[in-house]
């Protein structure tokens, strides 16, 4: 399975950014997705799921501001960043989650496969 985060680079504050994911190896479709974020020296941090029905949730620091959406076999999960905040800046993680239950899960020891990550600067 390999997994690529795709679409980061610099922005300015308010601006937008489209993240996706390529896969392969996997059915992504039988899969929950995510995005997550990490600073250099603190923990990766939940963003947003999307189950396998099309279940979206997101955490409050990027609620109103970031959807996530599913996509095709190759790009399965998307990620539309609006109205950017220099806090936003990080690097950015896909990840596959083979549970297909009802319960929303937003830590990262729950996902089953990483993508390498994409860097994303908010600039003022």
């Known amino acids: 399975v390999q997994l690529q985060a795709c679409g980061g680079g610099l922005v300015q504050a308010g601006g937008s950014l489209r993240l996706s994911c390529a896969a392969s190896?996997?059915?992504?479709?039988?899969?929950?997705w995510g995005w997550f974020r990490q600073v250099p020296g603190t923990e990766r941090e939940f963003v947003a799921r999307i189950s396998r029905g099309g279940r979206t949730y997101y955490a409050d620091s990027v609620k109103g501001r970031f959807i996530i959406s599913r996509g095709d076999a190759e790009n399965p999960v998307y990620l539309q960043m609006n109205s950017l905040k220099l806090e936003d800046t990080a690097v950015y993680y896909c990840?596959?989650?083979?549970?297909?239950?009802?319960?929303?899960?937003?830590?990262?020891?729950?996902?089953?496969?990483w993508g390498r990550g994409t860097l994303v600067t908010v600039s003022s």
């Open positions: 190896g996997l059915t992504s479709r039988a899969y929950a």
């Open positions: 990840a596959a989650d083979a549970y297909y239950g009802s319960v929303v899960r937003t830590s990262r020891r729950e996902y089953h496969y």
